[in-house]
C-alpha cells in the first residue's frame, strides 16, 4: 500500500466521506424500503433494522483497536474491501421471492444468512468510520482540518441524499424499465451496484490516500505487542479520555450543542408534508424530495465551505460564537413558515419555502463547523482517532434522546408546530451556554493558519 505522503486534499476528502455516509443510509434508512418492498411487515421491518444500527452505538468499545494495530490508511482500505464483499454477499443471499410471493414475505430461514451478512457489513462500515475520522486528523494539520471540515460534511451529507433518494429511484428504475416489475431482482442488483462502487472506491484509496508519518500504531510495531500490552492500551484509551481536562464541559457542550437541530430535524419533514388545517405547509413527498434533495444541499454546502474558510483563517476560538448563534437560525426558518403558511402552488410561496429550507441548511452546514472541529479538538493526542469515536457517541446520545422526545413535547405544546418551533428556540439557550462555557478554554491557535 505504498503511496506518496504528500496528497492534495481534494483527492481523497469528497471520496472518503461520500463513501462513509453510503453505507450507513443504506443499511439503517434504505433497507427498510427494500425489506418492506419484498414483503416483510413494517413491524419487523423497523425491528430488524433497529438493531442493525447498534454497530454505530457501540463503536468506541473497539475503537481502541483501530488504535493500537496497524494504521488508520490500512483499516480505512482494509473495510472499504469488507463492506464491498459484505455488500455482494447481502446481494446474493436476498431472499428473492417472485412476484406472487411478494406479499407473503420473505422466505424466513434464507433471511437469517442475509442478516448475518448485513450485521457484518454494519461492523465494517462503522468500524470503517472511526478509522477515516481518525486517519482526517492525522493526515492535515489542524488549519486544514479546519479548511476541509465543511467539505467532508457536505459530502457525507450528498451520500445521504444519494442513497435516500438515488439508490430507491435505481431500484424503482431497473424494476419498472428492466426487469418488468420484479422488486426483488431490481433491489438484487442495485445492491450488487453498491458493492461494485465500493471495490472501486477501496482501489482508488489503496493508490490514492497518502500515508502520513505519523500514521502508526499507538504504542509502537502491533505484531510486537503481547496480549497484555494491547489490553493494557486498550483499557488506558477509555482512563486517558475521561482524564482529560475539562472532560465534564466538553460532555455537556457535545450533549448540549445540537440540543435545538435534533428535535426540528425530527419534525420539519412531517411539518413539511402535513395538512395546512394541521398547521403544516401541504406539500407532496415528491415536492419535499425536491427541495430537501437539492435546494437543500445548496444551502449546505454553501454554508459548509464558508464555515471551513471563516475556522481556517480565523481559529476555533474566534468562530465558535458566529457558528453557535448561527444554529439558531433553523428554527427561525419554520417559525417563519409555521406563521405565514405560504402556499406552495404559488411563485411568492414558493419562494419564501426555499429560502427558508435553504437559510436553515446553511446555518446547519456553518454551525455545525464549530461542532466538528471541537470534537477534534478534544480528541487530540495519542488515541485521537479512539477518542474522536467517544466524542462521536455522546454526539449521538445528543441527538438521539431529544429526538426521541421530540413528537411528545409538539402534543404536549396543544400539538402546534408553532409552539413546538418557539420552543426550539427557547433550547439555543442551552446551546449558547455550553458554547460560553467551552470558548475560553480552547487554544486560539487551534484551526488558525500559521503566521510567517
Not at 323 to 345: E, F
Request: charged share 15%; proline share 4%.
Amino acid at each position: 500500500m505504498s503511496t506518496a505522503t504528500k496528497r492534495s486534499p481534494w483527492a481523497w476528502i469528497p471520496t472518503l466521506y461520500f463513501a462513509q455516509g453510503i453505507p450507513f443510509i443504506f443499511i439503517n434508512m434504505v433497507t427498510m424500503v427494500l425489506f418492506t418492498q419484498l414483503g416483510m411487515s413494517e413491524a419487523d421491518a423497523t425491528l430488524y433494522t433497529g438493531w442493525l444500527y447498534l454497530p454505530w452505538v457501540i463503536k468506541p468499545f473497539w475503537g481502541p483497536i483501530v488504535d493500537i494495530i496497524r494504521t488508520k490508511r490500512w483499516w480505512t482500505v482494509t473495510m472499504q474491501i469488507c463492506i464491498a464483499v459484505g455488500l455482494a454477499a447481502v446481494a446474493f443471499t436476498l431472499p428473492l421471492p417472485n412476484a406472487e410471493q411478494i406479499n407473503q414475505g420473505m422466505p424466513l430461514d434464507a433471511f437469517k444468512v442475509c442478516l448475518f451478512f448485513y450485521f457484518l457489513t454494519a461492523f465494517s462500515s462503522a468500524t470503517h468510520d472511526i478509522a477515516s475520522d481518525g486517519f482526517y486528523m492525522i493526515a492535515l494539520d489542524t488549519n486544514q482540518q479546519s479548511m476541509f471540515v465543511g467539505i467532508r460534511s457536505t459530502f457525507y451529507r450528498c451520500a445521504s441524499v444519494f442513497g435516500q433518494g438515488g439508490l430507491v429511484m435505481i431500484a424503482g428504475l431497473l424494476e419498472s424499465d428492466v426487469f418488468g416489475g420484479d422488486k426483488a431482482l431490481a433491489w438484487k442488483w442495485t445492491v450488487i451496484g453498491c458493492a461494485v462502487f465500493f471495490g472501486i472506491v477501496s482501489l482508488w484509496h489503496l493508490f490514492i490516500l497518502p500515508a502520513p508519518a505519523a500514521d502508526r500504531a499507538v504504542g509502537g510495531d502491533s505484531a510486537k505487542k503481547s496480549v497484555g500490552d494491547i489490553l493494557k492500551e486498550f483499557a488506558g484509551s477509555f482512563v486517558t479520555f475521561f482524564k482529560k481536562k475539562h472532560v465534564i464541559l466538553a460532555m455537556l457542550f457535545m450533549l448540549l450543542y445540537r440540543l435545538p437541530e435534533a428535535q426540528v430535524v425530527k419534525l420539519c419533514q412531517p411539518f413539511l408534508l402535513a395538512s395546512r388545517d394541521a398547521g403544516g405547509l401541504g406539500m407532496t413527498p415528491t415536492e419535499v424530495g425536491f427541495a430537501y434533495g437539492t435546494l437543500a444541499i445548496i444551502g449546505l454546502t454553501i454554508g459548509g465551505i464558508i464555515g471551513g474558510i471563516c475556522a481556517a483563517n480565523g481559529g476555533l476560538r474566534k468562530w465558535i460564537w458566529p457558528m453557535a448563534l448561527a444554529t439558531s437560525l433553523n428554527c427561525v426558518a419554520y417559525i417563519v413558515l409555521s406563521n405565514i403558511q405560504p402556499d406552495y402552488s404559488t411563485v411568492a410561496g414558493k419562494a419564501i419555502t426555499f429560502s427558508c429550507i435553504i437559510l436553515e441548511q446553511f446555518a446547519y452546514g456553518f454551525g455545525f463547523t464549530a461542532f466538528m472541529l471541537f470534537m477534534m479538538y478534544f480528541a487530540d493526542g495519542p488515541y485521537k482517532t479512539s477518542h474522536y469515536a467517544i466524542c462521536t457517541a455522546f454526539m449521538a446520545l445528543g441527538m438521539m434522546l431529544p429526538g426521541m422526545a421530540a413528537g411528545w413535547i409538539k402534543e404536549f405544546l396543544d400539538n402546534s408546530y408553532i409552539n413546538f418551533f418557539y420552543w426550539v428556540l427557547v433550547c439555543n439557550f442551552a446551546t449558547w451556554g455550553v458554547t460560553a462555557l467551552v470558548r475560553k478554554h480552547i487554544d486560539p491557535k487551534y484551526g488558525a493558519k500559521e503566521k510567517k
